[in-house]
T-cell receptor
C-alpha cells in the first residue's frame, strides 16, 4: 500500500518557539493531504485540508496564523506550529489519499508527531 | 466537527471471543471506513464500505452498513491479543472531500 512518512515523530520545544512537521507521500503523488490533531484517548480532529499549489482549507475554530500549512509539492506538506504554547502539545497526524483510476478511497496515514511544549 | 459516534467507548473481551463495535453518523455519505490505531501510532485502514453496500467481509472482519439508520458495525471474529487497539469509523460526508472520524472504541483483548 501507499506510504506516508511523517517527521519528526517526537519533538519537545520551549514555549514561544515554532515547530515544523513534515508529511511526505513516498510512492504516490498527493494533491491533497489532511492534518489531524489527536488528544490522549480521543478521536482525530480534522484541522485543515492541504492542497498542492493553493491555500489550505482550515476547519472552523482552527487558527490559520497559528497552524501554518504549506503544500509546495505533490509529495510534501508541512505544518508549522507558530509560537507554540503548552496547550498546543498534542499528537499531530497527517494523511493523504491516492487519486485516479486506482484510488480506493482510503486514507494513508503518517505515524504521527508528538509535540510537547514546555 | 466529529460526525461519527461510536459505542462502546471501551470494550474488554477474552481472546477467541467476538468483538462488535458500532458507529452512527449524521449526514449523507458516499462511503464509510474503519481504521485501527495502535497506541501512539498512525492509523491503518481496515475496510471501506460504500453507501450502496450493506455488508462486507475481509478476513476476520465483517462490516455492515444501514444507511436508513445511519449506522455501521464492525465485527471482529475470533479475536486475538494483537487486535488490542483503538478502532475508528470515518465518513466522507456529503461531498466526499474529507474524512471525519468518530470517537472510537478502545478494544482490549485479554489472553
Amino acid at each position: 500500500g501507499a506510504v506516508v512518512s511523517q517527521h519528526p515523530s517526537r519533538v519537545i520545544c520551549k514555549s514561544g518557539t515554532s515547530v515544523k512537521i513534515e508529511c511526505r507521500s513516498l510512492d504516490f503523488q498527493a494533491t491533497t493531504m489532511f492534518w489531524y490533531r489527536q488528544f490522549p484517548k480521543k478521536s482525530l480532529m480534522l484541522m485543515a485540508t492541504s492542497n498542492e499549489g493553493s491555500k489550505a482549507t482550515y476547519e472552523q475554530g482552527v487558527e490559520k496564523d497559528k497552524f501554518l500549512i504549506n503544500h509546495a509539492s505533490l509529495t510534501l506538506s508541512t505544518l508549522t506550529v507558530t509560537s507554540a504554547h503548552p496547550e498546543d502539545s498534542s499528537f499531530y497526524i497527517c494523511s493523504a489519499w491516492t487519486v485516479g483510476p486506482r484510488s480506493t478511497g482510503e486514507l494513508f496515514f503518517g505515524e504521527g508527531s508528538r509535540l510537547t511544549v514546555l | 466537527s466529529q460526525q461519527g459516534e461510536e459505542d462502546p467507548q471501551a470494550l474488554s473481551i477474552q481472546e477467541g471471543e467476538n468483538a462488535t463495535m458500532n458507529c452512527s453518523y449524521k449526514t449523507s455519505i458516499n462511503n464509510l471506513q474503519w481504521y485501527r490505531q495502535n497506541s501512539g501510532r498512525g492509523l491503518v485502514h481496515l475496510i471501506l464500505i460504500r453507501s450502496n453496500e450493506r455488508e462486507k467481509h475481509s478476513g476476520r472482519l465483517r462490516v455492515t452498513l444501514d444507511t436508513s439508520k445511519k449506522s455501521s458495525s464492525l465485527l471482529i471474529t475470533a479475536s486475538r491479543a494483537a487486535d488490542t487497539a483503538s478502532y475508528f469509523c470515518a465518513t466522507d460526508g456529503r461531498y466526499g472531500n474529507k474524512l471525519v472520524f468518530g470517537a472510537g472504541t478502545i478494544l482490549r483483548v485479554k489472553s
